[in-house]
């Protein structure tokens, strides 16, 4: 087999509710239990995925992870795996703090970080180097144990692998784009050269003509859509040699020509696997119509 025959379809969990969370306060790897409503989420997530079948679970060793893990998988009758290559990012001297504590000691940090300009805290783990650490750890899974694989970890175990999917930063996924909710599932495969791609493998009876492209498929969809903006914008700049860009910004009143469209064309489509809409760039030329002709083109 090919490795692109060989991909393991993983569905990501995020653990259920902890009273830091709903304090607002940044967790990274201090071990905080589930709360009541932890508890409850971790209750209807396994109600939601018992009629799948799963060949292994996975789970960070945090408690809450594992907790949530151990309610899901119960139906299934699986013993959950702790795997500490899936944990969260380690935060250092943020941990423990609300966003606004941290903007008030740390302004010019908690600044670079909202803007995806890159990590924020001076200890602790750079967020690409967490992103990283899942991502290969998943590759890793996905080589070892083919088949459907369920995976509980924590909001940066599942931006790690959204961020993959997307080919975007992970710091600037986490800054820019919808975050997965608690116990929320998000659906990837990878396969054994270590491509990530979404996908929705749900079994067929429990889709439903109303929820494979509605409320179940919004927030992704969502998500595809900044990606796509997010590369279009940043590969226009490269090829251009700009710092930033702007919407109405037309590309051959800024510099472009016949050969930079083509590079532009190349470079979009390398990295986003679909067909560059060349015409919309000669005849329309601005970065809105470009980036929203990429987008309808991504969706189909």
């Known amino acids: ?49 018992a009629g799948e079948r799963f060949d292994a679970v996975y789970s960070s060793d945090l408690a809450r992870a594992m907790e949530t893990a151990v309610t899901i998988a119960g139906p299934h009758g699986l013993p959950v795996r702790p795997d500490p290559g899936l944990r969260e990012v380690d935060l250092g001297e943020w941990a423990g703090l609300t966003d606004a504590e941290i903007a008030t000691r740390f302004p010019g940090r908690w600044r670079r970080w909202t803007a995806g300009e890159g990590t924020g805290w001076t200890a602790g783990e750079p967020y690409e180097a967490m992103s990283e650490r899942v991502c290969e750890r998943l590759t890793e899974l996905a080589r070892a144990q083919p088949g459907h694989v369920l995976v509980v970890g924590h909001k940066g175990t599942l931006i790690a692998a959204l961020a993959r999917c997307e080919r975007v930063p992970a710091h600037r996924y986490w800054a820019r784009y919808r975050h997965p909710g608690h116990t929320e599932p998000v659906r990837i495969t990878v396969d054994a050269a270590g491509r990530f791609r979404l996908s929705d493998d749900r079994p067929e009876e429990s889709r439903g003509e109303d929820r494979v492209d509605g409320s179940d498929r919004e927030g992704f969809v969502h998500v595809h859509k900044a990606a796509v903006a997010d590369a279009v914008r940043q590969e226009w700049c490269d090829v251009l040699g700009l710092d930033e860009a702007h919407g109405d910004d037309d590309f051959f009143s800024i510099g472009g020509d016949s050969q930079l469209a083509l ?10 696997g679909i067909a560059f809409p060349l015409e919309v760039l000669f005849v329309e030329g601005t970065l809105d119509a470009v980036t929203g002709a990429c987008e309808s083109v991504a969706e189909k």
């Open 263 to 272: 590079t532009l064309a190349e470079r979009v489509e390398g990295r986003l």
């Open 1 to 49: 087999m090919t490795p692109e025959e060989c991909a393991t379809s993983f569905v990501l969990v995020r653990h259920g509710e902890t009273d830091w969370n709903r304090q607002g306060r940044s967790l990274g790897q201090t071990d905080v239990p589930l709360n009541a409503t932890g508890r409850r989420q971790a209750a209807e997530s396994a109600g939601a995925l």
